[in-house]
């Protein structure tokens, strides 16, 4: 199953429609997929739940319920995938500041 497809049916399970998705997620299901063929050392499930908590920033109650695990799954999977995107951070940050920062 491809990382767009993989996106779409958490989606469907959910029932999240493409605006609920970046209510939810703050980006849209295509941003998820090429964010998940980019990071590395990280399940679909960690990074959907470090978007959720970037944008939503739930409660542990709250996020794990919405991903049906415990809270401590939540609180480590959350974590993981926010160390994730992190990392991608020189790839895929190009604000003229970092740059300027980095060149000196």
Not at 47 to 61: D, G, I, Q, S
Request: charged fraction near 30%; proline fraction near 2%; charge should be positive.
């Amino acid at each position: 199953m491809s990382e767009l497809e993989q996106v779409r049916e958490f989606a469907y399970q959910k029932h999240l429609n493409s605006r609920s998705f970046i209510s939810y997620f703050g980006v849209s299901i295509e941003v998820v997929a090429e964010l998940l063929s980019r990071v590395r050392r990280c399940t679909f499930r960690a990074l959907l739940m470090a978007l959720y908590f970037l944008k939503c920033y739930p409660t542990e109650e709250v996020g794990s319920r919405f991903f049906d695990c415990g809270r401590e799954t939540w609180r480590a999977s959350a974590a993981q995938g926010v160390e994730r995107i992190a990392a991608l951070r020189r790839s895929l940050v190009c604000s003229p500041r970092v740059r300027e920062r980095e060149q000196e």
